[in-house]
């Protein structure tokens, strides 16, 4: 499947993440973390676990965490990928 138009899920507030689709003809991952030296290549796993699951590989992630688990990632992922299928 492909993004038919920008969409985002989330916040900036604590423990949440801000994740913002593009439509893309290649699959890239802007992340911006506090805890990225730590967590960075785990967070993009789950971002790009989640894509692959939605049958969704090509797309611009712009992810900017605030301490997100993993189970948030997810859930932001789906949302947003869910808004920017929307016609």
């Known amino acids: 499947m492909k993004l038919n138009k920008p969409a985002q899920a989330g916040s900036l507030e604590s423990n949440d993440i801000l994740i913002s689709l ?8 802007e992340l911006t973390s506090p805890v990225k030296e730590q967590f960075g290549e785990a ?15 090509l797309v ?23 808004r920017g299928m929307d016609a």
């Open 43 to 57: 967070m993009e796993a789950v971002i790009r676990d989640t894509l692959k699951e939605l049958d969704v590989p």
């Open 22 to 29: 593009f439509p893309s003809e290649e699959l890239t991952i």
């Open 60 to 82: 611009r992630v712009v992810a900017q965490d605030k301490g997100a688990l993993d189970f948030a990632i997810r859930a932001r992922v789906k949302t947003a990928v869910s």
